[in-house]
C-alpha cells in the first residue's frame, strides 16, 4: 500500500489549493479514503471523508471546512483529491490523506501554508 | 461533537518499563476506537482499531482495551523506538474526533 500527497504549496488567505493523494498497491474503489490535518506543533484534526464505490464516493466534513473544502476522486488514476477554497491563516497545516475506515494507511503529508 | 479526553499529556517513563494512556469519550461510542502513534516529522501509524484489535505487523506489547465511554492503551517493555505521541480517534459518530495525545518521553 502506498499513499503519496503531493500539491502543498505557499497560499494567500482566500486562495484556493488542490492536494492530490496518488495511490497504489490497493483496490482504490474498495475503500474509505480520508483527509486529516495537522497544524504545526498540534494534535490532528479530521478534515473529510470520501466512502468507497459501493457507497457512491459520498463525502463527508469537519465543520470548519465545510462549504470551502471538496474531496474527489479519480478512479483511472487511483487519486483522491482535496480541493481547497477560501483558505485561511487556520487552514496552515500539514495534509494526510489516510485509507480506510480505521485509517489503517497514511502518506507522508504534505505543508499548507496560508499567509499573505 | 464527540469529545476525546486523553490523558495523561504526557509522562515519563524508564526504558523497559510500562505505560498506560487513556482516552475517555463524552458519549459512548462503542468499541470504535483507534490508537496511534506518532514521531517528530513523520506520519501518525496505525496501531490498534476497534479499540483492541492490533493492526498487521503492531508488536504485541502493544494493547487496547476498552468500550463504550472508556479506553485505554498500554505499552510493555517500553524500548526507545516507542518514545512518541500516542493519539485516540473515535469513528463512530461524525465529525470523528481525536484525543489531544499523550507524549511518551524517556
Known amino acids: 500500500v502506498r499513499l503519496e500527497e503531493s500539491g502543498g504549496d505557499l497560499v494567500q488567505p482566500r486562495g484556493s489549493l488542490r492536494l492530490s493523494c496518488a495511490t497504489s498497491g490497493f483496490i482504490f474503489s474498495d475503500h474509505y479514503m480520508d483527509w486529516v490535518r495537522q497544524a504545526p506543533g498540534k494534535g490532528l484534526e479530521w478534515v473529510g471523508r470520501?466512502?468507497?464505490?459501493?457507497?457512491?464516493?459520498?463525502?463527508q466534513y469537519a465543520a470548519s471546512v465545510r462549504g470551502r473544502f471538496v474531496i474527489s476522486r479519480d478512479e483511472s488514476r487511483n487519486s483522491l483529491y482535496l480541493l481547497m477554497s477560501s483558505l485561511r491563516t487556520e487552514d496552515t497545516a500539514v495534509y494526510f490523506c489516510?485509507?480506510?475506515?480505521?485509517?489503517?494507511?497514511w502518506g507522508q503529508g504534505a505543508l499548507v501554508t496560508v499567509s499573505s | 461533537d464527540i469529545q476525546m479526553t486523553q490523558s495523561p499529556s504526557s509522562l515519563s517513563a524508564p526504558v523497559g518499563g510500562r505505560v498506560t494512556i487513556t482516552c475517555r469519550a463524552s458519549q459512548d461510542i462503542s468499541s470504535y476506537l483507534a490508537w496511534f502513534q506518532q514521531k517528530p516529522g513523520k506520519a501518525p501509524k496505525s496501531l490498534i482499531y476497534?479499540?483492541?484489535t492490533l493492526q498487521t505487523g503492531v508488536p504485541s506489547k502493544f494493547s487496547g482495551s476498552g468500550s463504550g465511554t472508556a479506553f485505554s492503551l498500554t505499552i510493555n517493555s517500553l524500548q526507545p523506538e516507542d518514545f512518541a505521541t500516542y493519539f485516540c480517534l473515535q469513528y463512530s459518530f461524525y465529525p470523528l474526533t481525536f484525543g489531544q495525545g499523550t507524549k511518551v518521553e524517556i
Open positions: 489516510t485509507r480506510g475506515r480505521q485509517f489503517g494507511d
Open positions: 470520501s466512502r468507497n464505490k459501493p457507497n457512491n464516493y459520498t463525502t
Open positions: 476497534a479499540a483492541s
